[in-house]
């Protein structure tokens, strides 16, 4: 029974490490700001001066970089933890997933406050919650 906690623990982590790879693609790969920071923003992209875009793509590609540490983060560590059981590896893969998905959602939220945007502050909750529910999962 055990062995199957692990496994579904292991799964949970390595779906969440999927989207925040597509999140990654998305962010680093993007010509222009995502759809809701143009409704947050109010302007179309086309009416940002190019300066300006070159800003916000740099900040875009950073945060695309975020997601792809993460990705492997959660791809790779409980792998390895199920392969070689670790107390460090077992712990610190929730713990820092979730203080950046954590983080995700507050400024997402924060975003959609101020502007009433659409912004993914509710996905940035559920993967938050599936990793704390990975985390449960793995030390019963």
Known sequence: MKEILIIVSTLIYILVGIICLIMAIKSMFS???LP???EAAGKSWDTID???QNVIL???RISGLGFLI???FLVVFPSVNYFKPNTFIK????IISSIYCFGLFLFNFWLFRQTKAKT???GSLVVLF???ISFIISII
């Open 36 to 38: 809701f920071h143009e």
């Open 130 to 132: 599936l990793i704390l």
């Open 70 to 72: 993460v990705f492997l």
């Open 31 to 33: 010509k222009k700001y």
């Open 91 to 94: 712990y610190s893969t929730p």
């Open 50 to 52: 190019k300066p300006l």
């Open 120 to 122: 993914p502050w509710s």
């Open 58 to 60: 740099t900040i875009l």
